[in-house]
């Protein structure tokens, strides 16, 4: 039988923060659909960073959730591109602070990039 990949999706951190913080968001469902192996999650050290600030300043209480999501074997963390792929993305990206998230999506060569952002 063959076996058909999953979709790999990069969470940024508004995507990831979502996830976390909100039992009713999109990024929820994806969240539990990578724990049940449906999806596989990819998530940047950057983005680790950034969400746990973002959680600490607004949504403390889903701290032990983030932690006990990140220890889970359903998300994969992968370092932060170097200096040159990111200013190669940041010509394919019209908000330059995003650029070293798309650099690292790019270089993993995830299937989807999954943020609210426009």
Not at 36 to 61: G, H, K, M, P, W
Not at 91 to 110: R, S, Y
């Amino acid at each position: 039988m063959h076996q058909v990949a999953k979709p790999d999706l990069f969470f940024d951190s508004s995507a990831l923060f979502a996830g976390i913080a909100s039992s009713t968001s999109a990024g929820r469902v994806l969240l539990q659909l990578a724990e049940a192996r449906v999806v596989a999650i990819t998530v940047s050290e950057q983005v680790i960073v950034e969400t746990e600030r973002a959680l600490a300043r607004r949504a403390a209480a889903a701290l032990p959730f983030f932690r006990q999501a990140l220890r889970a074997s359903h998300i994969r963390i992968v370092r932060d591109p170097a200096l040159v792929q990111v200013l190669a993305a940041r010509n394919l990206i019209g908000h330059e602070a995003d650029a070293p998230i798309l650099a690292a999506a790019m270089q993993v060569k995830t299937d989807f990039l999954v943020t609210l952002n426009r």
